[in-house]
């Protein structure tokens, strides 16, 4: 199960820096938003099954409610579910 966590978080933080740094600035400078469209599905995709992947991993690690709030809170930061690979999932 962590191993599937690990390739979806480390896909949904290569997504949301993708849209959010590549995108998202193509489609308001260079007036384009065909970038956000094709890649907004599968980041929004990639995120539900972050946030769910993460909450059936808390039951089955029994992970803290403080450790189930940064993996979650870690979706929404930039680069965030990099560090929590890292700082949680690794050890596992």
Request: aromatic content about 16%; charged content about 15%; cysteine-free.
């Amino acid at each position: 199960m962590i191993n599937v966590l690990r390739v979806i978080s480390y896909l949904e933080g290569i997504s949301y820096i993708l849209l959010l740094f590549i995108a998202v600035p193509i489609k308001y400078y260079a007036n384009d938003p065909s970038l956000v469209k094709l890649l907004g599905m599968p980041h929004g995709l990639l995120f539900v099954a972050y946030v769910i992947l993460s909450l059936v991993s808390s039951k089955e690690y029994r992970w803290n409610s403080k450790k189930t709030l940064v993996v979650l809170i870690s979706s929404v930061i930039p680069f965030g579910t990099f560090y929590v690979d890292y700082k949680y999932f690794k050890n596992l």
